[in-house]
């Protein structure tokens, strides 16, 4: 029964700041990458930030480089992204992603909405 559950999503002005966490159960959390990805209306999925097994190696999109911070917690199974500075841009669906050699999962995923 693997499971990646994302929470903290919600509804915020523009500028405002939210964090996202996903939660793994079922497989070596510290095995492996994790990343998380967004996908508006009408739009493709993106990726928006990355992160090693360890925590050392991360990666943005450039669209959030200097307002995301992605990172990990292996002792609680538990991946986050801190969003500042939020942008109507920013709104969309954000889910969890995690990967090792042949495995993928992938997370229901958590709603953010930039909005005035």
């Known amino acids: 029964q693997v499971q990646l559950v994302e929470s903290g999503g919600g509804l915020v002005q523009p500028g405002g700041s939210l964090r996202l966490s996903c939660a793994a159960s079922?497989?070596?959390?510290?095995?492996?990458?994790m990343s998380w990805y967004r996908q508006a209306p009408g739009k493709e999925r993106e990726l928006v930030a990355g992160?090693?097994?360890?925590?050392?190696?991360?990666n943005y999109a450039d669209s959030v480089k200097g307002r995301f911070t992605i990172s990990r917690d292996n002792a609680k199974n538990t991946m986050y992204l801190q969003m500042n500075s939020l942008k109507p841009e920013d709104t969309a669906m954000y889910y969890c992603?995690?990967?090792?050699?042949?495995?993928?999962?992938w997370g229901q995923g958590t709603q953010v909405t930039v909005s005035s």
């Open positions: 992603r995690g990967r090792r050699v042949i495995f993928d999962y």
């Open positions: 079922g497989f070596t959390f510290s095995s492996y990458a």
């Open positions: 992160i090693s097994s360890t925590g050392g190696t991360t």
